[in-house]
């Protein structure tokens, strides 16, 4: 097969015991290929000797562009500025520690020879991760697809190829909160999933604590779904319908009974119920209104202090 020319995008953040080792097996892997190929590591502030060992494996090896993040940006970030510089006809995003195998570039680059422009890695089992973990991830899954309106393949994570088409497609998509599985889904092309086996970490420990996995559940809900605001819209019409009979209830006690002055359970339930109720709302509301500030201030996405290019020659694209 006529390889096309690849781009490898690896974020990494404290991964300082894992990079040497990623980088050996991703250079077997690439080299084997027999291709145009290039790494590149962004560094996303990480505060142990990840860079030091990154400009080292710069020096040595020609094939390797090392973008320094101003500080640590995130995840989703950290590829996206990965994305931004790679050259490549096709673009393959990966984890610094060795999760998602690299011997299955050579399957991707099969079916994106046969013409699908996104080929992502669908998880079939995850080594090392707890139960909790697994649980909320395919939670996760269930409700973005309820939710939003373009669905998400379960258990897929980042890992993945990208046509060139797909890369300018993210590349044009400014937005601050960004799900890049979720954006690689609304882009459309022809995609498709090979499934794998994903291992362990080899070391270190994972950079997704349950905060920022709340985050990001948080992230591509919003982003991609307008259902909360509407099921606040629907929430308020019927406690609106519920409160005229409230309201028909107090005026028949009133207007019919002797026993009016003793309505003030319902009125206190109904006020507790509605002041939450609008808290919610608030909330909710808030979470939207909060995102269309972060877009409005239009701030890059990242700074970079450094950038290393890569040394050896540019590629020839098709
Ligand atoms: N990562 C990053 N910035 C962050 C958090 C993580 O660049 O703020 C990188 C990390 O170095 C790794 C990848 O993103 O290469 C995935 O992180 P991790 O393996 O910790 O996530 P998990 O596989 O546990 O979901
Ligand atoms: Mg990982």
Same mark, same amino acid.
């Given at each position: ?6 781009? #490898?995008?690896?974020?990494?953040? /404290? ?6 080792? *990623? ?12 291709? %145009? ?15 030091? =060992? ?11 562009? #090392?973008?320094?993040?101003? !500080? ?16 490549? /006809? ?21 079916? %994106? ?21 697994? %649980? ?5 899954? !269930? ?8 669905? =998400? ?29 979720? $954006? *690689? ?6 995609? *498709? ?19 920022? $996995? ?67 709302? =608030?909330? =909710? #509301? ?33």
């Amino acid at each position: 097969m006529d390889h096309p020319a690849i781009s #490898v995008v690896v974020p990494c953040f /404290d991964e300082g015991e894992m990079i040497a080792a *990623c980088h050996q097996r991703l250079t077997g892997v690439l080299q084997g290929l027999d291709a %145009w190929y290039e790494i590149v590591y962004v560094d996303d502030g990480s505060r142990d000797s990840t860079l030091a =060992i990154l400009q080292a494996i710069h020096a040595s090896d020609p094939n390797v562009t #090392v973008v320094e993040l101003s !500080r640590n940006f995130g995840h989703q970030t950290a590829v996206t500025a990965g994305l931004e510089i790679a050259k490549g /006809d096709v673009v393959v995003i990966t984890d610094a520690d060795l999760q998602d195998p690299p011997e299955l570039i050579a399957k991707m680059l099969e079916l %994106w020879a046969q013409g699908f422009e996104v080929v992502y890695g669908v998880r079939e089992t995850r080594e090392g991760e707890t139960g909790f973990k697994r %649980w909320t991830a395919k939670l996760f899954y !269930r409700l973005i697809n309820r939710l939003s309106d373009v669905p =998400i393949p379960p258990d897929t994570g980042d890992f993945r190829l990208l046509d060139r088409k797909a890369v300018e497609a993210i590349k044009s998509m400014p937005e601050r909160h960004r799900l890049l599985r979720g $954006m *690689c889904s609304w882009i459309g092309f022809r995609q *498709c999933g090979i499934k794998y086996a994903r291992a362990a970490r080899v070391a270190g420990k994972t950079k997704y604590p349950l905060n920022k $996995m709340i985050n990001l559940a948080l992230d591509g809900v919003a982003s991609f779904s307008t259902v909360p605001l509407r099921f606040l819209a629907v929430l308020g019409f019927l406690t609106a319908a519920l409160s005229v009979i409230g309201i028909l209830y107090a005026l028949i006690v009133r207007l019919f009974t002797h026993t009016w002055v003793a309505g003030w359970t319902i009125s206190f339930i109904g006020m507790l119920f509605l002041g939450g109720l609008q808290m919610i709302s =608030i909330g =909710i #509301v808030g979470e939207y209104v909060g995102r269309v500030y972060a877009e409005t201030k239009h701030r890059p996405l990242y700074l970079a202090r450094t950038v290393l290019e890569r040394r050896g020659d540019p590629p020839r694209l098709r």
